[in-house]
């Protein structure tokens, strides 16, 4: 069965700092895309970056990079440069690549807290 | 563009009682999900839809009814609500790629409490 695990529940980093939030992921699958979530306090979900399984390049969306190892199934989300408006929960999604299905499986989470 | 829009943003309800929650969306999407939010779990998909007509079971379906009848429209009916079901709902959707996965849009959510 499909699993994400994220295993940080919370993390700080200072203003300008990079900082890496950690994904696993679990699946008998070779196709699948992985997917990164922000949710601000207001509560909304915003797509953030996304991985294809077979992409041989990391993904990038200006200072978001997904850092893909698909040996050991992880794919870590990088925040270079942070914000105090990057202070949200983060969630690591994902879906298999089946034909008429549409199952998004998410992590539990992690709270980051950008300081200054 | 709206997006993807959820009707009611607050909802308290009793045990017992019934209620749908609406979602529409106003960008053709073929496909329709709805998710829920539980403290420290993540989001769970509920049921979704992947056309007009066709709807199937995720993960927690159980207490959950769902129908497709509009390429616009997914509505989620809670046919007897218990305090288990007190949650953040999302709803969701997304066009699926040719030749690539495509992300999903959530809606803004729906606070529903069962007491």
């Known amino acids: 069965a499909q699993k994400i695990t994220q295993t940080q529940p919370g993390m700080f980093v200072q203003e300008k700092e990079a900082v890496t939030l950690d994904c696993t992921y679990d699946?008998?699958?070779?196709?699948?895309?992985l997917f990164w979530y922000k949710q601000p306090s207001s509560g909304e979900m915003i797509f953030l970056i996304y991985?294809?399984?077979?992409?041989?390049q990391n993904a990038t969306e200006g200072r978001y990079s997904l850092n893909f190892q698909k040996a050991r199934k992880s794919a870590n989300l990088v925040i270079s440069a942070s914000q105090l408006g990057d202070s949200a929960m983060y969630f690591c999604?994902?879906?298999?690549?089946?034909?008429?299905?549409?199952?998004?499986?998410f992590g539990t989470g992690t709270r980051l807290q950008v300081f200054p | 563009n709206a997006g993807v829009t959820q009707t009611p943003k607050f909802q308290v309800l009793k045990t017992g009682q019934s209620m749908t929650l609406q979602c529409a969306q106003d960008?053709?999407?073929?496909?329709m999900s709805w998710y829920r939010q539980d403290p420290g779990m993540g989001l769970r998909l509920i049921h979704y839809?992947?056309?007009?007509?066709?709807?199937d079971q995720g993960e927690v379906p159980n207490g959950y009814n769902v129908s497709r009848s509009t390429t616009e429209d997914f509505p989620l009916r809670l046919l007897s609500a218990a305090p288990s079901q007190t949650s953040v709902y999302f709803c969701?959707?997304?066009?699926?790629?040719?030749?690539?996965?495509?992300?999903?849009?959530f809606g803004q959510g729906t606070r529903l409490t069962v007491v």
């Open positions: 969701a959707s997304r066009q699926p790629g040719q030749g690539g996965d495509t992300e999903a849009f």
């Open positions: 839809s992947v056309g007009a007509g066709i709807t």
């Open positions: 699946t008998s699958d070779q196709s699948y895309g």
């Open positions: 999604a994902m879906r298999e690549r089946a034909y008429n299905t549409d199952k998004l499986i």
């Open positions: 960008m053709n999407h073929e496909y």
């Open positions: 991985q294809g399984s077979y992409d041989e």
